[in-house]
């Protein structure tokens, strides 16, 4: 009974060295970031910044960036997704890492993007504890969700200067953070998204104006009237009711 008890135990895999120390398993785990209502954050040269770091002391366990593909539109815009699906598939946007761990961790996330459209990066954190040699690879590995929406001014230029009573056209880009566009027809459509305009001279109150979009172009627009020389500053918003998506960008022209 005890030799076969004895058995039993040297078959079992070597958790503790020699001194008693808990020997390091390798944990491998994969991170994937979508945006909000569209696909994968991926496709930039600098995407999205991930951290994962010990919540209890607060160590650093690994850090990068994600790299791959936005992933295939219609298996993550088609999945109701109700039972944890996987959107992914081998090219979709990750960071891949190996832990190696000799006790349960309990871990924080910590996602920043899209870092190239610094006007729209946000940051999203989650913690959950990692078991030795338990991978976080299964279907999306560790998803998570970044809202917001990128919008880029294409015109005016920043500090541009006109001459008063000219009319300035503004023309802004909006897109979601994976960088999939609007369209009149497509599956993120142009006109469940609301851009305003808010134009304020000299510190003043600011005039609204509502955007319309150029199918053409892909571009919203305005003209906006000069009555005055003075400093025009202007403040564009952009908002996506159906997926609650907001994003802003902000610049400022000379009237002379």
Not at 4 to 26: D, I, K, M, Y
Not at 64 to 91: E, K, Y
């Amino acid at each position: 009974m005890r030799l076969s008890l004895l058995a039993a135990l040297c078959a079992l895999p070597a958790l503790v060295g020699p001194t008693g120390q808990a020997l390091a398993e390798r944990t491998d785990v994969e991170v994937r970031v979508l945006a909000r209502g569209a696909k994968f954050i991926g496709g930039y040269t600098a995407p999205v910044r991930v951290t994962l770091t010990d919540a209890d002391t607060g160590e650093t366990l690994a850090r990068g960036l994600i790299s791959g593909t936005t992933g295939d539109t219609r298996t993550i815009m088609g999945a109701a997704d109700t039972h944890g699906a996987a959107l992914s598939n081998a090219t979709s946007a990750a960071f891949r890492t190996s832990l190696d761990l000799d006790r349960p961790r309990r871990v924080t996330l910590s996602v920043t993007g899209p870092l190239s459209q610094p006007q729209a990066a946000t940051t999203a954190t989650s913690t959950q504890w990692i078991l030795p040699g338990r991978h976080l690879t299964a279907g999306d590995g560790w998803r998570m969700e970044l809202p917001g929406l990128i919008v880029d001014l294409a015109s005016p230029v920043a500090y541009q200067w006109v001459k008063a009573g000219e009319t300035v056209p503004l023309r802004a880009g909006v897109t979601l953070l994976c960088g999939c566009p609007l369209s009149e027809d497509g599956p993120w459509r142009a006109g469940d998204t609301e851009v305003e305009a808010y134009l304020s001279v000299d510190g003043g109150a600011p005039r609204r104006y509502p955007l319309a979009f150029d199918p053409e172009h892909a571009l919203f627009g305005a003209d906006i009237p000069t009555d005055a020389a003075g400093l025009y500053e202007l403040e564009i918003r952009a908002w996506m009711g159906p997926s609650n998506n907001a994003g802003v960008a902000r610049t400022a022209f000379f009237v002379h």
